[in-house]
């Protein structure tokens, strides 16, 4: 099992790893997606850690394997996803490679999270509307820079329509403290390193539904055409998911 002594080794190793580097996108200041890069790699690892432990863990509750892996059904991108902008950042270059910060798309995405914020999340799953990552077969389009939310969420039900984050027979990493705390160790590493190396001012970055997060981090990369200042104004005034959208959230589904 992973354990917290052995994540912070490796989370050392990528913060410091100046070789890090991949899906270079010559258009971005170099030291932009220097940044970016060193996020996806943290997510990514501490994604990769939270899945282990979820799945070990619902495999000795339930003593085998998820039925994930025999599933072909778009029910689990039927959730409300909140993410930090650190973990958008690599979401939104990604669809920026594959071409689709169209205006319309941008659009949809405004909508969609305005959407979610008007809803609770058991009801906004009740409705069946895909992620806007999901592609006509259901495929996630980013699905390696896929948010830790996505990559947390197993289940051991017979059905799919189950598969609510509410629902007992789901396995999410909530209930599991140590998964928890090693990924805001890991989120909270990289924020710092993005606010040092982009002198951001603000306390911390904000957390939004996938949508709107996105969204923010696309303004971003435009705003960064005219200059880092601009790019770091944008990301500092991204908004964040704010008490009242929590509460609306939350609500219970009546
Ligand atoms: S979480 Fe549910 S819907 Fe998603 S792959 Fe697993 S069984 Fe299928
Ligand atoms: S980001 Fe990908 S895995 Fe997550 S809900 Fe959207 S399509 Fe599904």
Same mark, same amino acid.
């Given at each position: 099992?992973?354990?917290?002594?052995?994540?912070? %080794?490796?989370?050392?190793?990528?913060?410091?790893?100046?070789?890090?580097?991949?899906?270079?996108?010559?258009?971005?200041?170099?030291?932009?997606?220097?940044?970016?890069?060193?996020? %996806?790699?943290?997510?990514?690892?501490?994604?990769?850690?939270?899945?282990?432990?979820?799945? %070990?863990?619902?495999r000795s509750k339930f003593?085998?394997?998820?039925?994930?892996?025999?599933?072909?059904?778009?029910?689990?991108?039927?959730?409300?996803?909140?993410?930090?902008?650190?973990?958008?950042?690599?979401?939104?270059?990604?669809?920026?490679?594959?071409?689709?910060?169209?205006?319309?798309?941008?659009?949809?995405?405004?909508?969609?999270?305005?959407? %979610?914020?008007?809803?609770?999340?058991?009801?906004?799953?009740n409705m069946h509307e895909?992620?806007?990552?999901?592609?006509?077969?259901?495929?996630?389009?980013?699905?390696?820079?896929?948010?830790?939310?996505?990559?947390?969420?197993?289940?051991?039900?017979?059905?799919?329509?189950?598969?609510?984050?509410?629902?007992?027979?789901?396995?999410?990493?909530?209930?599991?403290?140590?998964?928890?705390?090693?990924?805001?160790?890991?989120?909270?590493?990289?924020?710092?390193?993005?606010?040092?190396?982009?002198?951001?001012?603000?306390?911390?970055?904000?957390?939004?539904?996938?949508?709107?997060?996105? $969204?923010?981090?696309?303004?971003?990369?435009?705003?960064?055409?005219?200059?880092?200042?601009?790019?770091?104004?944008? $990301?500092?005034?991204?908004?964040? $998911?704010?008490?009242?959208?929590?509460?609306?959230?939350?609500?219970?589904?009546?």
């Open positions: 099992m992973m354990d917290i002594e052995k994540l912070n %080794q490796e989370v050392e190793r990528i913060m410091g790893d100046p070789e890090i580097r991949s899906a270079y996108d010559p258009t971005l200041p170099r030291t932009l997606n220097a940044a970016i890069d060193r996020m %996806q790699a943290l997510s990514s690892y501490a994604g990769g850690a939270v899945s282990d432990l979820v799945l %070990q863990v619902g003593g085998e394997e998820p039925a994930c892996g025999r599933c072909t059904s778009p029910a689990c991108c039927w959730q409300v996803v909140s993410v930090t902008l650190m973990e958008a950042l690599p979401i939104a270059r990604a669809l920026r490679h594959l071409n689709q910060d169209t205006a319309k798309f941008l659009a949809r995405l405004e909508d969609l999270g305005q959407w %979610q914020r008007s809803m609770n999340a058991a009801a906004w799953f895909p992620c806007p990552f999901q592609d006509q077969q259901n495929r996630c389009m980013i699905y390696a820079q896929r948010p830790i939310a996505c990559r947390q969420h197993f289940a051991w039900t017979p059905d799919p329509l189950y598969c609510r984050g509410d629902s007992p027979e789901s396995v999410q990493a909530r209930t599991l403290r140590l998964a928890v705390e090693m990924v805001i160790d890991t989120i909270l590493l990289a924020e710092q390193s993005l606010r040092v190396s982009f002198g951001i001012h603000r306390e911390s970055l904000p957390v939004n539904v996938l949508p709107t997060a996105v $969204l923010s981090c696309f303004r971003a990369f435009a705003a960064a055409t005219r200059g880092k200042d601009d790019f770091r104004r944008a $990301l500092e005034q991204a908004p964040a $998911l704010t008490p009242a959208d929590l509460e609306v959230m939350r609500a219970v589904a009546s």
